[in-house]
């Protein structure tokens, strides 16, 4: 298995939890994260390795990436294993399943690149490396179909984790934070790129609505050390952390949602959390110019925010690049504090959403999983004998 990231780290325990359900004495091993190794995944390299962001890192760290790929194939052709998993990370893994599959290793990805929203010529790479893959979203399996590449829905693993109806006021007790105050959460991403691009950016949004609503309290819960650290950096320098509530939060991301009114967070993930945990948001995201202006060329769909994307529909703002702006953005973040009507519509409309996601994700993709195992298992054995 390989798994990219903290999002990988999280899906790829689930699966090798359900897998080990109907095969105790499997074994795993590549590349993973901290909460894979607690499932007994043997881990060559760790996963936050693959956590890139955007063209210029990816550059600066090919060289890299590319001889730990080709260690990593060498022990695969050296070991021999039943089946190949890639977790997302399609840049590192496709190459790989490629050479794989071309081995007669069944290649399994779990979670379909994004080639419903840029980069579709990528599926015809995706049809000669991959043996299945294993879809999130519901809107996905019709790509794959018309391309003649297996592919199961098996719905998203956090609608899976997070309650449909989510509890306000028990998130605020587990903060020790007021019933009645009015709070907005700040996620400025789990990369630190994403938080030196934003924080300044979020923190003055936040100086603008305290100056607004001096009652308004801020939660940024940070996923590491290190984005904790450029976050309070930030804060330090605009001089601003006595002059507003604000407090830092060492993870605890799915309390602070559940008990903000109004969450604003950079596009990604985070995004489709707070759509489960039924929060009016506002998306928002910075990178570099021209690395913008090449994936805005790139992209298919008007949209960046998954809730826009599954819905279809712009349901909650977007504000990237040039307009994220922090006047704009505290207006949009104080348009919802001030519309019950339309949180309510929109928690309906999240609710909906959610049923639809969940569907028992872990247990799922094993049972697609399963069967190439044992064909491998059974092959091998036929060609011992």
Known sequence: MVAGEASGDLLAAHLIR???????NARFYGIGGPKMQAEGFDALWPSELLSINGYTEAIGRYSSLAGIRRKLLKDIRRTQPNVFIGVDAPDFN?????KIKADGIPAIHFVSPSIWAWRGRRIKTIARSVTHMLCLFPFEMPIYERAGIPATYVGHPLADELPIEPNRQAARERLDLPSDATIVALLPGSRQSEVSNLADCFIATAEIIAHRRPETMFLVPLATRETREIFAEALYHRGSAEDMSMRLLFGHAVDAMTAADVVLVASGTACLEAALLKRPMVISYRMGKWQYRLIKRMAYLPWVGLPNILLNELVVPELLQDDANPNIMADAVEKWLG???????????????HHELRQGTAERAAKVILPYLRDSVSSRETGAS
Do not use: K
């Open 339 to 353: 519309d019950a009507d339309g949180c309510a519509a929109l928690a309906d409309r999240f609710t909906s959403l």
């Open 18 to 24: 359900a897998i080990r359900t109907h095969l105790p």
């Open 94 to 98: 496709l190459w790989l399943e490629g």
